[in-house]
């Protein structure tokens, strides 16, 4: 799509029929300044009309409908949306699908209201011609269970009706211009200001993909939304003032409605956005600037992480094996001792059959198993002395050589009952 201002599709041109209500209440405001004179308390109930109507456009249908910035009961929904509605902006499906449609595509060719095809059709020109006329599906899916907003989104002229007939009830004719005709007025162009003014003035904390733009003075007048490339930075927040010197009326109104319980569940600016950063992982953003970049690092953490697996893995298992050796190397230099036990109780056994003049046979017998015993003891001794030697600990080789020192009695008792024998 072409950005020049003049360059229009069919369905994008001014109707100049539909658009009569809007150049009506220009007129009208300029017209009844003639008749209606200007008094202190003029004043304050364009104020007042203006910024309770404003909250219902920054609150309700901007924050609440649109982003979702905080929660709140089926009560508050409906008078938010009525204080909305009040300000002649058409519906709340209607104003907050579309103003999802602008973050979609925000100053992009599909941006429906982008600076970047004329100051006048990012300010007023786009919602004056036939193209964005209807609620998108999206939005009347997403709030068909409360039927009272989708009545109110078809039926949207009912609520300024009423509003302007609360206020000839309250003050008659006078208010009824001031607080409706003029303060509408200034509602509709203060409003404006942010889809218009806040992407060509002011200052770019953050760099995003648009041209969105902080500025204290809109800030002022639309209760906070002139922190434009803060909420373009990051929009789900119930706040656009991120912080304590960025004066946000919205969000300071929510808060206090928090306290009673109105609202709840406030969302806030994380850490990572305050301290400035593209994306909660900054850094390994920008490690995957380049297509492959990413994936490798993963694959190395990956392949890292398998590594230490394998490593722990390892270890885990020389340890059991260590351990296992260590109870066998204990076992082993118990039974050395049992054997030159043995060892040493078959050689006095055949010594005393042997002055006790008992048969070749049996002191025969008792020299083989005193043999065998110190075999036995010799090679338990030799397993504990090498485990020691593996494992390098003192208890092991306390035991290697106490298997040995076994091993030892057990020959000497072998060849004292061969001598006997």
Not at 303 to 326: F, G, H, W
């Amino acid at each position: 799509m072409d950005y020049d201002a003049k360059a229009r599709l069919p369905d994008e041109r001014l109707d100049l029929i539909g658009a009569i209500p809007y150049i009506l209440m220009h007129v009208g405001a300029f017209v009844g300044l003639f008749y209606f004179t200007l008094t202190w308390e003029a004043v304050a109930v364009v104020i007042a009309s203006y910024y309770v109507r404003m909250f219902g456009i920054t609150a309700g249908y901007h924050r609440y409908f649109a982003h979702r910035g905080f929660k709140t009961s089926r009560v508050f929904q409906f008078i938010l949306a009525f204080l909305g509605a009040a300000a002649a902006q058409k519906g709340p499906l209607w104003w907050s699908g579309l103003h999802r449609h602008h973050h979609r595509f925000s100053d992009q060719p599909e941006d429906i209201h982008s600076p970047r095809r004329g100051l006048f059709w990012s300010h007023q020109g786009w919602m004056l011609c036939d193209k964005y006329l209807e609620t998108p599906p999206s939005q009347i899916r997403e709030y068909q269970r409360y039927p009272e907003l989708v009545l109110m989104d078809r039926f949207w002229l009912v609520p300024p009706l009423m509003w302007a007939g609360i206020l000839a009830l309250m003050g008659g004719a006078a208010w009824a211009f001031w607080g409706m005709v003029v303060s509408t007025f200034l509602l509709w162009h203060g409003t404006f200001t942010i889809n218009s003014l806040s992407h060509i003035w002011g200052t770019r904390r953050y760099e995003t993909t648009d041209t969105s733009r902080n500025n204290l003075l809109l800030a002022l007048i639309t209760l906070g939304e002139g922190w434009h490339n803060n909420h373009h930075f990051y929009q789900s927040s119930a706040r656009q003032g991120f912080f304590w010197w960025e004066i946000d009326g919205s969000y300071y109104m929510l808060k206090i409605l928090s306290w009673f319980g109105v609202v709840w569940d406030l969302r806030g600016v994380p850490q990572w956005v305050l301290e400035g950063k593209r994306r909660k992982h900054d850094r390994d953003v920008a490690r995957a600037a380049t297509t492959y970049d990413l994936p490798t690092g993963l694959l190395a953490r990956m392949d890292a992480l398998d590594q230490l697996r394998a490593q722990i893995a390892r270890v885990k298992e020389r340890a059991e094996q260590v351990d296992m050796r260590a109870q066998l190397a204990q076992s082993a230099a118990d039974l050395a001792k049992r054997a030159a036990t043995a060892a040493q109780n078959a050689a006095e056994a055949s010594q005393a059959t042997s002055a006790a003049d008992i048969t070749a046979r049996f002191r025969t017998s008792a020299v083989e198993a005193a043999m065998r015993a110190a075999n036995l003891a010799e090679r338990a001794a030799e397993a504990a002395r090498e485990t020691a030697e593996t494992m390098r600990d003192r208890m092991t080789s306390a035991w290697a050589e106490a298997a040995h020192r076994a091993a030892e009695m057990a020959a000497e008792a072998a060849r004292t009952a061969q001598k006997a024998a």
